[in-house]
C-alpha cells in the first residue's frame, strides 16, 4: 500500500474564557466587622482581598445595604474600587439609629465577559457614651400648700439614648434647694422638715443635674424646678344667704348684721380675706358693708326710695395670689313707716264708775304701729 505521508498542522487557538468568578478571602462567605460609632477615619478601615484575580483588576463597589433602616443615614460605608478598602464614610456611624449594617460588595474582573463576585459585610456597631442624659421636660413648675413634714414635691425625668447610661440625678447646691432632698434613681424631689413656710419663703427656684454614670467622657443635663407655696382654699361664707329686716328710720352708720367667713388655709396671707358689697341693682347705693369685718351699715337714708326688699351680693376674697373668694346674699326686708292706727272701733263706749280714784286706769287704747315709739294726746272738744 502506498504510503502517503503528509503532515499537516493544526493549530488550536484556545479562547480564552473567563470562567472564573472573583471570590472574596473570608471564612465562609462574609466578613463580621465591629466598629465604634461616630466618624471613623480611613486608618480604621478593613481591606477586602479578593483571592482570585486571574482576570485581571477587579473593580470593587457597594451594591447594598449602604442606607440605614430609615434612610436617614445614606452612604454610611465606602470602598475604594480599585484598593477594596471598606470604610466608614464621612457621615458616621450611629448606634442610636441603627446597631447593625448589612453590606453587600461586589468586584467585578475585567475579563471580555466581566464576573461579578459579591460578599456581605455585617458591621456590627459599638455603643459609646455620645448622648447627655436629658430633661424632658427642662423646666417643672408646681404649686403646693406650705408644710412642715418631708413632703413629695414632684419627680424630674432624664433620658439617655446611650445603652450604657446609668442615669443619675442631683441637685445644684443652692440658697433654695438646701431645703429639698432628691432620690438619686428615681428623681422625687422632696421638702425637708420645716422647709415649706410662706413667710420664710413663698417661691423656690433651683436646678437638677443628672449624670450618665460613664468613668469616662461623662455627660450631664439641666432642669429647672419652680416651687410656689401657694393659696389652696377660698374663703368661704358661713351661709349662703343671711336675712335681717330693718325699719325704714334704721340710723345711718348703725350695724345691723355682720357676715362672716372662713378661710381654711393655715397661714397668711391665704387665710386673709376681705369684703366688698358687689350687686345688685340700687341695693349698694343704701348699703356699705366693713371690708375687714363684714358689718353691714345703712349708707344713704333709705326714705329716698320706697322699696321693700333689697338684695345685696356680698363677695370676700383672700389675698392669695390668685385669691380665691366666695359669694353669698344678703336680703334686706325693710319696713317702711306707716301711721299708728287705733285697734278699737271709733265710737266704742266704756262705763265708768263715779267713784273711782284719781289717776286709776280706765282702759287701754291698742295701736299698731310700725315699731316706732308713739305718743298719745288728748284732743279735747
Ligand atoms: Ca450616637
Ligand atoms: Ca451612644
Ligand atoms: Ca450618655
Ligand atoms: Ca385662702
Given at each position: 500500500p502506498e504510503r502517503n505521508n503528509g503532515s499537516t498542522t493544526v493549530t488550536i487557538n484556545v479562547l480564552d474564557v473567563n470562567d472564573n468568578t472573583p471570590r472574596f478571602l473570608s471564612n465562609n462567605g462574609r466578613y463580621v466587622e465591629t466598629v465604634p460609632e461616630g466618624i471613623y477615619t480611613v486608618a480604621s478601615s478593613r481591606l477586602i482581598t479578593n483571592v482570585n484575580p486571574e482576570n485581571g483588576l477587579l473593580t470593587y463597589s457597594i451594591t447594598g445595604g449602604n442606607t440605614d433602616s430609615d434612610f436617614s443615614?445614606?452612604?454610611?460605608f465606602r470602598i475604594n474600587?480599585?484598593?477594596?478598602?471598606?470604610s466608614v464614610g464621612n457621615v458616621g456611624l450611629d448606634y442610636e439609629t441603627q446597631k447593625v449594617h448589612y453590606i453587600t460588595v461586589a468586584a467585578i474582573d475585567s475579563g471580555p465577559t466581566p464576573r461579578t463576585g459579591t460578599v456581605l459585610v455585617t458591621v456590627n456597631v459599638l455603643d459609646i457614651n455620645d448622648n447627655n442624659p436629658n430633661f424632658n421636660p427642662v423646666n417643672y413648675e408646681v404649686s403646693i400648700p406650705e408644710s412642715s413634714s418631708i413632703t413629695p414635691i414632684v419627680t424630674v425625668s432624664a433620658k439617655d439614648m446611650d445603652e450604657t447610661a446609668n442615669v443619675v440625678y442631683k441637685l445644684v447646691a443652692s440658697t433654695d434647694s438646701n431645703d429639698f432632698t432628691i432620690d438619686?434613681?428615681?428623681?422625687l424631689i422632696s421638702s425637708k422638715v420645716n422647709a415649706l413656710d410662706f413667710e420664710t419663703k413663698p417661691r423656690y427656684v433651683f436646678r437638677v443635674t443628672t449624670t450618665d454614670g460613664e468613668n469616662k467622657n461623662e455627660l450631664s443635663g439641666t432642669a429647672t424646678v419652680t416651687v410656689n407655696i401657694l393659696n389652696l382654699r377660698a374663703p368661704v361664707f358661713t351661709s349662703r344667704n343671711f336675712d335681717v329686716t330693718i325699719n325704714?328710720?334704721?340710723?345711718?352708720?348703725?350695724?345691723f348684721i355682720k357676715v362672716t367667713a372662713t378661710d381654711d388655709?393655715?397661714?397668711g396671707p391665704f387665710n386673709q380675706f376681705e369684703y366688698y358689697i358687689v350687686g345688685d341693682g340700687i341695693a349698694p347705693n343704701y348699703f356699705e358693708i366693713d371690708?375687714?369685718?363684714g358689718i353691714v351699715r345703712v349708707r344713704s337714708s333709705l326714705s329716698a326710695d320706697d322699696g321693700e326688699e333689697y338684695t345685696l351680693t356680698a363677695r370676700v376674697i383672700d389675698n392669695g395670689k390668685p385669691p380665691k373668694e366666695d359669694t353669698a346674699t344678703i336680703d334686706i326686708t325693710v319696713n317702711r313707716v306707716q301711721p299708728p292706727r287705733f285697734t278699737t272701733p271709733p265710737g266704742s263706749e266704756v262705763n265708768v264708775r263715779e267713784d273711782l280714784d284719781p289717776n286709776t286706769g280706765i282702759f287701754t287704747l291698742p295701736v299698731t304701729t310700725t315699731g316706732n315709739p308713739v305718743s298719745f294726746f288728748l284732743l279735747l272738744f
Open positions: 443615614i445614606n452612604n454610611a474600587p480599585t484598593s477594596g478598602e471598606f438619686g434613681a428615681s428623681g325704714e328710720t334704721q340710723d345711718l352708720g348703725i350695724v388655709d393655715t397661714s371690708i375687714n369685718t
